[in-house]
């Protein structure tokens, strides 16, 4: 089992920066890749960003392609979402997921998430 647990979420300004976070426990971090999901209101759950075992492999939605980075940090336990230039569009709730396979855009093929964390950017 991994526990995912996301944080740093909240309200800000269109074309404001906000980072989340997710601190994974459990199993070894550094065997999982990592993503990152978004839900808008209505709507379902999108890929937003992933990245490989060891950080050197990154994939984006074309939406948030050189608006946001995602990074981790093994020793942490730690995956990131460095989100810029936000804008209204880009309100969601936000999950980090984690699968023991290689790397996936579909949310079904994901084995543990996080609870979810609100991002809403006001214009």
């Known amino acids: 089992q991994v526990q995912l647990v996301e944080s740093g979420g909240g309200l800000v300004q269109t074309g404001g920066s906000l980072s989340v976070s997710c601190a994974a426990s459990?199993?070894?971090?550094?065997?999982?890749?990592m993503a990152w999901f978004r839900q808008p209101p209505g709507q379902e759950r999108e890929f937003v960003a992933g990245i490989g075992w060891t950080g050197g492999s990154t994939y984006y939605a074309d939406s948030v392609k050189g608006q946001f980075t995602i990074s981790r940090d093994n020793a942490k336990n730690t995956v990131y979402l460095q989100m810029n230039s936000l804008k209204p569009e880009d309100t969601a709730v936000y999950y980090c997921a984690a699968r023991s396979r290689s790397s996936s855009r579909r949310f079904y093929e994901y084995d543990y998430w996080g609870q979810g964390t609100q991002v809403t950017v006001s214009s």
């Open positions: 459990g199993r070894t971090f550094s065997n999982y890749y």
